[in-house]
């Protein structure tokens, strides 16, 4: 069975870019969370949604934005980056109701010059 | 504000060594207490503590809750070059907002 696949894999962009990450979730799971890793640090909540709605919104400014679509795959949306948005963006996925049990994809490395 | 705090930050032992890696939190509305194992990229799921399952064992690695201390602990025996990785603590909420600590990077030596 495929495990949670994002993409790209790995992202170079220019400071005042835009930038969009992908996310598959596990199939049969329909909740997907976002969740920011700097270098050296644990990785920091962004989103969450739950069967399409957002759940739940860290700590971040309005410039990262989330959707998720009908097939339950979601999209990370970064507006005006900024150097300090470099790090691995990981998107974890879960059953409905087993929000405990969340399964990572290997990430995108995004570095912003 | 929630927080996970995770000791010793980094580690370095040798093989066939045993190591205590320790996790406190400040968590309203705990509802799970996750250990993950970090080699590469994606972190890879280990243990998950609760009020009703507060000891988990998995061949050399184990783990413990203390609720009262709101803490835990993650032990592997007989550490092997292979254990090297950053083991990353982290409580999930009520909401199901995971909240991480900063992770402890073991090294392994041969």
């Known amino acids: 069975d495929a495990g949670v696949t994002q993409s790209p894999t790995h992202l170079i962009k220019t400071r005042g870019q835009h930038v969009t990450l992908r996310c598959s979730p596990i199939?049969?799971?329909?909740?997907v969370s976002w969740y920011q890793q700097v270098l050296g640090q644990g990785p920091q909540f962004i989103f969450q949604?739950?069967?399409?709605?957002?759940?739940g919104r860290g700590n971040f400014p309005d410039r990262f934005s989330a959707r998720q679509f009908p097939n339950y795959s979601s999209e990370l949306n970064v507006n005006a980056l900024l150097l300090g948005d470099s790090a691995l963006y990981l998107c974890?996925?879960?059953?409905?109701?087993?929000?405990?049990?969340?399964?990572f994809g290997p990430g995108t490395r995004l570095t912003v010059t | 504000e929630d927080k996970v705090v995770q000791s010793p930050l980094s580690l370095v032992v040798h093989e066939g060594d045993t190591v205590t890696l320790n996790c406190s939190y400040e968590?309203?509305?705990?509802?799970?207490l996750l250990w993950y194992k970090q080699e590469k990229k994606a972190p890879t799921f280990l243990f998950m503590l609760?009020?009703?399952?507060i000891e988990k064992k998995s061949g050399r690695l184990s783990s413990i809750l203390d609720k009262k201390e709101l803490s835990s602990i993650l032990n592997i025996t007989a550490t092997q070059t292979g254990d090297s990785a950053i083991y990353l603590c982290?409580?999930?909420?009520?909401?199901?907002?995971?909240?991480f600590g900063q992770g402890t990077t073991l090294q392994v030596k041969p």
């Open positions: 974890a996925s879960f059953p409905v109701g087993v929000d405990y049990e969340q399964y």
């Open positions: 199939s049969g799971h329909k909740s």
């Open positions: 949604y739950y069967e399409k709605e957002e759940r």
């Open positions: 968590v309203t509305n705990f509802r799970s």
């Open positions: 609760t009020s009703s399952g």
């Open positions: 982290a409580v999930c909420s009520n909401t199901g907002k995971l909240i």
